[in-house]
């Protein structure tokens, strides 16, 4: 698991309950980051193929699993309409 500069700064100063819940999304993409998930796991397409998107309330996790290395970088965590700008 790797974090980028920017989804460590969008998480700084969010509340502990979020954090929380962010702690456990972290914990479900360490088990297994491409297994589809109802509406909470999906993969991004279009210019963002590629790329995923972890469902946190009304915030997303976007998110880069490489399956050859077994790595999952966290890019960005953000309000839903600012997240895909």
Do not use: C, H
Request: charged share 25%; net charge positive.
């Amino acid at each position: 698991m790797a974090f980028t500069p920017t989804f460590l700064k969008s998480i700084a100063n969010i509340d502990k309950k979020l954090q929380g819940r962010i702690l456990l999304a972290i914990t479900e993409l360490s088990e297994d980051p491409i297994a589809l998930v109802g509406d909470t796991k999906k993969p991004l397409v279009g210019e963002q193929k590629g790329l995923w998107r972890y469902r946190v309330g009304d915030y997303r996790l976007i998110y880069e699993p490489n399956e050859q290395t077994s790595k999952v970088v966290l890019l960005e965590f953000a309000a839903r309409g600012s997240v895909y700008e």
